[in-house]
């Protein structure tokens, strides 16, 4: 079994940044991607990023391209949201989740669950 810690969350004000981790413990042989979903006050959780474990393919939302970065740290297993230019609408629990038996990113499907970072951002 897996586990997933996130971290780095916090209150940034509207065009800050923030790096969220997510660091993996347990059995993490084999193939799989790691994402990350966001779920705002009643709205429903939403894909934001994935990447392969390798790092050969990642994938972003339409809301967050060429604002957040998704990486990873295999040494460490480790991986990181960078969030830039932050809105008010970016404003969520952030949650890491593992999908085993992929080596490409997907957007449902996905295994473990993290319990989740708050990220505030104000205007």
């Known amino acids: 079994q897996v586990q997933l810690v996130e971290s780095g969350g916090g209150l940034v004000q509207a065009g800050g940044s923030l790096r969220l981790s997510c660091a993996a413990s347990?059995?993490?042989?084999?193939?799989?991607?790691v994402g990350w979903f966001r779920q705002a006050p009643g709205k429903e959780r939403e894909f934001v990023a994935g990447i392969s474990w390798s790092g050969s393919s990642t994938d972003y939302a339409d809301s967050v391209k060429g604002r957040f970065t998704i990486s990873e740290d295999n040494a460490k297993n480790t991986v990181y949201l960078q969030m830039n230019n932050l809105k008010p609408e970016d404003t969520a629990v952030y949650y890491c989740?593992?999908?085993?038996?992929?080596?490409?990113?997907?957007?449902?499907?996905?295994?473990?669950w993290g319990q989740g970072t708050q990220v505030t951002v104000s205007s």
């Open positions: 989740a593992l999908a085993r038996f992929r080596n490409t990113v997907v957007r449902s499907s996905y295994d473990y």
């Open positions: 347990g059995r993490l042989f084999g193939l799989f991607v």
